[in-house]
């Protein structure tokens, strides 16, 4: 339980403020406002909205092509329960919600912007899904697009797609890592490559993403982390 530890957290934080501050990468506003909450809190929650990241050069394979210009905009919402950790999902209210907002011209940010939205799911329906339902799963679409003119493109809500669950830490690595381009933002590597981010992501892997994977262990015992639950694809 160390891991979902206050204090920690706090420590985590602080230090990868000051790791990604040296860049110009976003806003991280929220951020910082949560960290100054942090101290007052009981447990281990958070509600973060519009952590923003920018970029400023086109995002290879991007439709349409003239796309030049991106707003990133993550919401992550974590709290937990009071369940056995070691046979029980931790997590018990999620959200991770990824709007993406893009432009035509660096210099057009007041016109309308092509929309895209992503978010990682947590099933919590005790109901026999209708489609394959993975307990974690990236998910395209949301409230983000309501409304919008769709032109010729068709939206699904399937498929679901299986993933681990993310917090604003793996969530910012997983944003540099899929959205940065490394040959055009050298700071990707350099910011992977530091000491004290590496450890702040392994800590943040240890919380979320090691019990996740257990579940791929023959000897698993967990009661939520099955493969049946994680992967609904896989028959044994």
């Avoid at 949560?34 to 923003?52: A, M, Q, R």
């Amino acid at each position: 339980m160390d891991n979902w530890n206050l204090r920690n957290l706090r420590q985590d934080l602080s230090k990868f403020l000051e790791l990604v501050s040296e860049y110009q990468i976003g806003d991280f506003n929220s951020l910082y406002n949560f960290l100054g909450k942090i101290d007052s809190l009981n447990s281990f929650e958070y509600e973060i909205k519009e952590i923003v990241f920018n970029l400023n050069k086109r995002i290879s394979g991007t439709v349409p092509e003239t796309l030049n210009k991106y707003k990133l905009s993550l919401d992550n919402t974590i709290s937990l329960n009071k369940k056995d950790v070691a046979l029980n999902d931790i997590v018990e209210n999620y959200l991770f919600e990824l709007n993406i907002d893009s432009y035509a011209s660096t210099d057009d940010e007041d016109g309308e912007p092509y929309k895209n939205c992503w978010h990682l799911d947590k099933h919590i329906d005790s109901s026999e899904p209708k489609y394959t339902h993975p307990t974690y799963h990236f998910h395209f679409g949301g409230e983000y697009l309501e409304g919008i003119d769709t032109g010729g493109l068709s939206i699904f809500s399937s498929p679901r797609l299986p993933h681990p669950p993310m917090d604003v830490f793996l969530g910012f690595h997983f944003i540099i890592s899929n959205f940065y381009s490394s040959k055009d933002y050298p700071f990707v590597n350099e910011l992977k490559g530091n000491y004290d981010y590496q450890q702040i992501i392994k800590r943040a892997q240890e919380r979320l993403w090691s019990p996740y994977f257990k579940a791929f262990d023959s000897k698993n015992t967990h009661q939520d982390f099955t493969m049946s639950n994680l992967f609904p694809l896989y028959i044994s």
